[in-house]
């Protein structure tokens, strides 16, 4: 009896020693989070943020955009409108029983995002009376962190509560901008607030990018802030600050109005129109951002042949009869095109003969005009002559008064003429001087640099 008892007390003490062994649940790995900052508005951050991210979903990355902006421009770029039973992000950050599954909308497919409604302009002062308010929105990202690959976090033209709880989040950001004077100064103070979060929030943020945006490449003053902000940042490369691997994003978007027109139809740049020049300046961007980030991805999706797509049938190839008759076609219809052409120009020359004779009868008949000049019987009568030349010598003789006042006249006209003529000289000689110090070398900015 014993002995049958020790088994099964053998088995339980077992138990306990397997199910110790069982390896713990790996935690969800943290997607790369990006914030679009800048606190000037109308630079193309939201733009920005739906093209990087269409493009991405393109690459194959599961992606999720945060409108963070009040004016909430991003939802108008899928063409969604959000209904009032809809959760938004203000649901998310004021609501603690608002999870973030509930306010996830798709928009395309491995694209969704989270909208943003006009009432988020007064959540600062709300979220200022609670306990950790700059953390909120990391707290409620925690649980879909394996859900996506990238997050993109749309800031609002401020830096306030709700930028700084998108930098307390993020791992890098995204400096959009336009290559002009005024967003180079306000860049400095962009780069301090970065400066502080790392100080306590999130020490790990780094600024990475500078996405010029609406770029002129023609401007000699865009490419002198261009040059303006690489030297900047080459500065604190050595450096222990967020910026000190941040470096302007190749290529620059170009100033394109189908980035302007395709929120109008509810569209990405992709879905408006893939092949204009903005569309292939975000591709080329998330390309090689992708490579940064040693992210596997595929194949852009749209760039690919018809006959390599899964489920779709190859393209015919032409026979080699087929061929020689598309080349004896053309063949054909280039000469009867050269003997149309031929007929048409016989025409013209009788034309152009037909003018030149109706020309010369008119030469012919314009000649007799030409005897006109014969009949002067007027002048043959000596008393005319007499009296013209009289009245010509009494007009030809001046008065005292008006000899005078010519005599006054060329008297001052020397005097005011030489210094008109010094003036004109003085005024070619400095623009003389303009044009030579525009070819040795153009103008420095008047920058204060990024200094803390």
């Known amino acids: 009896m014993n002995e049958e008892d020790n088994v099964p007390r053998e088995a339980e003490t077992a138990e306990p020693a397997e199910a110790a062994t069982l390896p713990a649940a790996e935690p969800a790995r943290k997607p790369r989070v990006v914030a679009l900052l800048n606190q000037k508005g109308g630079v193309g951050k939201t733009t920005s943020t739906v093209n990087l991210g269409a493009a991405l979903a393109r690459y194959g990355q599961r992606v999720l955009l945060i409108d963070l902006d009040p004016q909430s421009n991003l939802s108008l770029h899928f063409g969604v409108e959000s209904g009032a039973e809809q959760r938004t992000i203000r649901d998310l950050l004021l609501d603690p029983t608002c999870r973030v599954e509930d306010c996830v909308q798709s928009a395309r ?17 709300e979220l200022a009376q609670q306990e950790g308010m700059q953390s909120v929105l990391r707290s409620k990202l925690e649980p879909i962190y394996g859900n996506y690959d990238v997050v993109l976090l749309d800031c609002p033209p401020s830096l306030g509560v709700l930028s700084v709880n998108a930098l307390t989040v993020a791992d890098e950001v995204f400096v959009p901008m336009q290559a002009h004077y005024l967003p180079l100064r306000g860049l400095e103070k962009l780069l301090q607030t970065v400066h502080l979060v790392s100080q306590g929030l999130n020490p790990t943020i780094r600024v990475t990018g500078i996405l010029l945006c609406m770029h002129d490449g023609s401007s000699s003053h865009a490419q002198a802030v261009i040059g303006e902000i690489e030297a900047q940042l080459a500065q604190f490369r050595a450096t222990d600050v967020p910026w000190s691997a941040a470096t302007v994003l190749d290529p620059p978007v170009r100033r ?31 390309k090689g951002l992708l490579e940064r980030w040693e992210l596997p991805h595929g194949e852009f999706e749209g760039t690919r042949p018809r006959a390599s797509r899964d489920g779709e049938a190859a393209p015919r190839k032409r026979t080699q009869r087929a061929v020689k008759q598309a080349k004896d076609g053309a063949s054909v219809r280039a000469t009867k095109t050269r003997a149309r052409g031929a007929k048409v120009t016989k025409p013209a020359t009788k034309v152009s003969k037909v003018k030149r004779t109706k020309v010369a009868k008119s030469a012919k008949i314009t000649k007799p005009a030409k005897s006109v000049k014969a009949t002067k019987p007027a002048k043959s009568t000596k008393a005319s002559k007499t009296n013209v030349i009289a009245k010509a010598s009494k007009a030809s003789k001046p008065t005292k008064s008006t000899q005078s006042a010519k005599a006054t006249k060329a008297s001052k006209t020397p005097k005011a003429s030489k210094p008109a003529r010094s003036a004109k000289t003085a005024a070619s000689r400095a623009r003389a001087g303009r044009g030579s110090a525009r070819g040795a070398a153009p103008r420095a900015l008047r920058s204060g640099g990024l200094s803390l």
């Open 109 to 125: 497919p491995g694209l969704d995002f989270i909208p943003a409604v006009t009432e988020l302009a007064l959540v600062e002062g």
């Open 256 to 286: 394109n109005i189908k980035l302007a027109e395709a929120p109008s139809f509810g569209q990405t740049i992709f879905d408006y129109a893939p092949r204009c020049p903005g569309a292939d300046d975000y591709r080329r961007i998330v």
